[in-house]
């Protein structure tokens, strides 16, 4: 069984620019994650989607991030525009009940960096 | 609100050493507890987790932590560091395996 994908692994783009993130989760995992990790620190909550719908989206740092996943299938997340801060690794997970709960698988990660 | 705090952001053993990771953490609610390893350019691997029953859980590679609740720890422990531990570990908290609060991590290096 395939695990958490996630392109690009690694993006360099110049402040101002665009960058979109895909994440493919495991095959018919409802649950996607999305978390960040800046500079070292703690590993970040971003967002949270049930299938389509976004459960919870407290973690989003500002309106520069747009998250979708179309169809409950993968999800896509874009930064629009870029800014220095936001250099980081993004990271995707997905889960799905297994009677002790959930338990999130992770992608490799997204490195963005942002010149 | 759920926090973790993990003691030692870099943590040095020789090998064959034991190791030894601090996890505390606080939590409302009953927590799910998880340690995650993230090797070089990898993405974060599951080591183990708590969710009910017996307090001592045991992981791959060796690992094995153990849930105390009146000291609110999590300490992931090996008996005998290998050159291959060498990675950055997280202790992660979450209510039901939703909403995960992780620590900071903690790099292990391991030391000929």
């Known amino acids: 069984e395939a695990g958490v994908t996630q392109f690009p692994s690694h993006s360099v783009i110049e402040k101002g620019q665009t960058v979109t993130l895909r994440c493919d989760p495991i095959?018919?995992?409802?649950?996607l994650y999305w978390y960040r990790r800046v500079m070292g620190k703690e590993i970040k909550f971003l967002l949270h989607?049930?299938?389509?719908?976004?459960?919870?989206e407290s973690g989003m740092p500002n309106n520069r991030f747009l998250a979708e996943r179309t169809g409950g299938t993968y999800s896509t997340l874009k930064v629009q525009p870029a800014e220095l801060e936001d250099s980081g690794v993004y990271f995707c997970?997905?889960?799905?009940?297994?009677?002790?709960?959930?338990?999130?698988?992770f992608g490799p990660g997204t490195r963005l960096t942002v010149t | 609100a759920q926090s973790v705090t993990q003691l030692g952001s870099h943590v040095s053993v020789s090998e064959g050493a034991l190791v030894l990771l601090r996890c505390n953490y606080s939590?409302?609610?009953?927590?799910?507890l998880f340690w995650y390893v993230q090797y070089p350019n990898q993405g974060l691997q599951l080591l183990l987790k708590?969710?009910?029953?017996?307090?001592l859980v045991k992981g791959i590679n060796g690992f094995e932590a153990e849930f105390k609740k009146s000291e609110t720890s999590f300490h992931l422990t090996k008996p005998s560091a290998h050159m291959s531990d060498a990675a950055e570990y997280f202790c992660a908290v979450s209510d039901y395996g939703q909403n995960f609060v992780f620590g900071p991590g903690t790099r292990l290096s391991v030391l000929p």
């Open positions: 939590s409302s609610v009953p927590p799910y």
């Open positions: 708590y969710t009910t029953g017996a307090t």
């Open positions: 997970a997905s889960s799905q009940f297994s009677g002790f709960g959930y338990e999130q698988y």
């Open positions: 095959s018919g995992h409802d649950n």
């Open positions: 989607f049930v299938k389509e719908s976004k459960q919870d």
